[in-house]
């Protein structure tokens, strides 16, 4: 698969390359970044999946990643969050359509034609990488924030053959139970709540699979979050691990919010989590 470099930048060492590639699952061209350590390679990658309203550059521009991940011979991709363009269906709220594609293959009209993120993630972007840059097929992690949390989750739980480790901030842990969730969920797989669950972490963890996969899932929650007790909701992801008895490392930090700031916190905890799982 072939990928346009828009731009590249030399940092820590290493190259920060914008790249745009045309994917056969969304039908659109996508967007996304890649850091690469300094070396020959191949590095392991974790994939960082953002939040609402979000694109591929508030993880590149924000999160403050690249040095500790130049530190730890570690890639990180960043793709953008849904599809976008002419012709692609969008919404004027911010938490459906353009920039909140829920990392799920939309079914319903008239979203199913372009909205498929579950597939970009997990085909299309780790093919066009693969193909174009020196990255460890074999190593790799998912991590994400918020809606981009949720993708993270839920898509480390039904791939673990694609993902070696998993980890989260603030994540919306089960979308079927939450005002941002119900709404998307119902705009792209219908009204029928039995398919949700497949979409769904704490349903997911629920049901069992797949216990024992991952030796520890992280997750950082900050309990300054105004999103916390509507949407979030991290107690249902850690009472489904405590079920199945899934190690869970949740961490609760008092006065941090949903921001970026909050990431650049943790954010190195979270890379040296990943490198440790992936050599």
């Keep these: 698969m072939s990928v346009e470099i828009l731009s590249a930048h030399r940092c820590f060492g290493g190259t920060l390359s914008i790249c745009r590639h045309s994917s056969a699952a969304t039908g659109t061209p996508m967007r996304f970044s890649i ?11 974790l994939t960082f999946l953002a939040g609402l309203t979000c694109t591929e550059e508030n993880f590149t521009t924000k999160a403050g990643a690249y040095g500790r991940a130049a530190e ?3 890639a990180i991709v960043a793709p953008d969050t849904s599809p976008r363009g002419e012709g692609v269906t969008n919404d004027d709220a ?9 990392y799920i293959d939309a079914t319903e ?10 597939t970009y993630v997990t085909r299309d972007l780790p093919s066009a ?24 989750l839920t898509l480390a739980l039904k791939y673990p053959d694609h ?5 989260a901030f603030a994540p919306i842990v089960s979308p079927s139970r939450c005002p941002w969730g119900e709404k998307a969920f119902t705009a792209y797989l219908g009204d029928d709540r039995s398919r949700w669950a497949a979409h769904d972490a704490s349903a997911l963890m629920a049901n069992g699979g797949p216990v024992g996969h ?9 309990l300054a979050d105004p999103f916390l007790e509507n949407q979030l909701k991290p107690v249902l992801f850690e009472d489904a691990c405590a079920m199945h008895r899934q190690k869970l490392t949740l961490r609760r930090h008092e006065g941090y919010d949903h921001s970026y700031y909050f990431i650049q916190t943790f954010i190195g905890d ?4 990943h490198a440790e799982r992936l050599k």
Excluded: K, T
């Design 35 to 45: 850091f690469v350590p300094e070396g020959r390679g191949r590095f392991p990658a």
């Design 72 to 74: 730890l011979g570690l």
């Design 94 to 102: 911010y938490d459906l359509g353009q920039g909140a594609g829920f």
């Design 109 to 118: 009209a008239p979203w199913a034609p372009h909205f498929q993120m579950e």
């Design 129 to 152: 990488v693969r193909d174009n840059f020196p990255v460890d097929g074999a190593r790799q992690g998912v991590a994400g924030h918020s809606m981009g949390g949720h993708g993270a």
């Design 163 to 167: 993902y070696r480790s998993v980890s």
């Design 214 to 222: 991952f030796d520890d899932i992280l997750i950082d929650q900050g």
């Design 270 to 273: 979270h890379l040296a989590f």
